[in-house]
């Protein structure tokens, strides 16, 4: 039988189509068409260029070599004939320096003749259809021999980490941003609003996050590149280019080299800055799935499509990835190990890796840590329904967490408790007055929500994200006769809550500026994946007024705090559950933590925690002796606001306050 036909077999007078659908994921197959090499893709260098494809399907492959990148040019210099090769492999190559010579696949199956760009394309000309050959070292910044992960040697506990999508950072004028919307807008420093208050990189800097979370900088396929003098704006969970940076990020999305140059730029200057870079990868679905170069050269091998032709659709984005199959499975893991090796990509958020099986994302844990062992991943892990092609496969969801004891996942428990299911946006949380929810924080609290987490350094703690409305439009959205000035107590308690708990904190870009998305109609909006720059864009001059300022000041206040305090970064549940007591006995809609400070690295001799989330103040009886305020409902950081002997003290209406234990050797240490 050969694999690259179909066959039609006739059993007891019944037709059964045999489609290669089926046969991708037999061990048979697998076998024979699993290719282990380095090499695919065009490997440069300056005497060849070696072209290596998988298309184990096809009759006859060539290369079409391209002066230049863009689709429908008429100007190919060269066709070149692919030689089959070991399993299922194609290869080809060309004498002389390529670098900068675009070229497609062209790929023969079944008499059918298709055009592709390369799966393994490291850049490509504008809207990522054609590949470009590139000498990728000569992209690399001044440095970048010796640039590092800033926070190299941490742990995943020690992680602040901050969610921007590349344009919002500079897209409102009050940015004072050169590079609008770009890679570049990234490295600006000195930037501020008319006022003179920082804005850009210099804010993040300020803020004390130790990692930049970027929404996807891959190539994706919803913003068209040669129209960027239009308005557009996605948030580009569209992959279409998986090993390519986006091209409209880019100051020139028809030269290859010139995206590659900036972003490598952007890394090197946010690493110079001491933050590090966290990539959105979704390799869980593609843009368009018959459209998917894998898909083109070896038809329906990428995706979870069923024998009829219909896609496995769990993601809800009209296919789902089969990670399971084994060329699938190296392509994801080579193209993280990329990201890694060749841009200096210090951590990975995997969107719906619930869809992706546990095996893969161990390997790629594995690989990358080989040789980035401060790497960090993370990932949406919710339960979906897809159809794998294979028996026997986990998927990376919450609830199989301890299946990838690496990798971390968003806690979608905090997140509703804090502020009220995503689902019914009138619904209150802790913090905007719901009752009945303080066990919940007090196990979110230590890091350990019920049900699927078993160590804080799988948890990812957030409030808000790109998805839903944000932080402070979702409180009122709930508490709509509140104050204004309610709201931001509100806001300010789910921060305390989320930026002291045990796991890793995460937030909104802006949300430390009570970033809102309001629609012309009064209502918020809440999936802005696709809204103008007017809706997305951080506005910086908000910051002018002192309303925002303080609430940024007691954002950097709680990071600071964090970053003190060994306690609060625990790695596992043994040392949560020795070290942080829950208090007994408290009012509704209160809860109280004793840490003590036993805790290798810790500088205190222990803290008390209590979140009041009553519109009204509360007593708590403090432990034996003197105790220091460093949080309280407005002011957050390190320094001692007041100091408080044993006693009751009285915690105000919708207010966070943390306590220092007060002893002259820590003092000494502390005081500035
Ligand atoms: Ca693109």
Redesign the pocket.
Known sequence: MEPTRNYNIIYEGNEYKTVMLNIYSTEEFEKEYTYTGDDLGAVWSKEKTAFRVWAPTADAVKVNLYEEGTEGTDDLMEQLSMTADINGTWVAEKEGDLNGTYYTYLVEINGEKHEACDPYARTTGV??KRAMVIDLSSTNPKGWEDDTDPHAGMTYNDAVIYELHVRDLSSDASSGITNTGKFLGLTETGTTTESGIPTGLDHMKDLGITHLHLLPVY???S?D?TALDKPQFNWGYDP?NYNVP???YSTDPYHGEVRVEEMKQMVKTLHDNDISVVMDVVYNHVYDASKFNFNVIVPGYFSRVDEDGNYSNGSECGNDTASERSMVKKYIVDSVKYWADEYHVDGFRFDLVGLIDTETINEIVEEVHKNHPNVIFYGEGWTMDTTLTKEGYKLATQKNSTETPEFAYFNDTIRDALKGNIFDTSEAGFVSGASGLEETIEQCFMGLAQDWCTTPAQSVNYASCHDNMTLLDRISRSTPNASREDHIKMNNLSAAICITSEGIPFMQAGEEMLRTKPKSDGGFDENSYASPDSVNSLKWDTLDDKQYQDVYNYYKGLIAFRKEHAALRLTNAEDVKEHVKPVDGLDGNVVAFQIDGGVNGEVSNGMFVIFNANNADVKIALPKGAWDVCINGETAGTEILETVTEGKVTVPPISAMVFVKNDAAVLCVRKK
Do not use: P
């Open positions: 809207n990522g190539d994706y396929g913003v590149e279409v986006e091209g409209s």
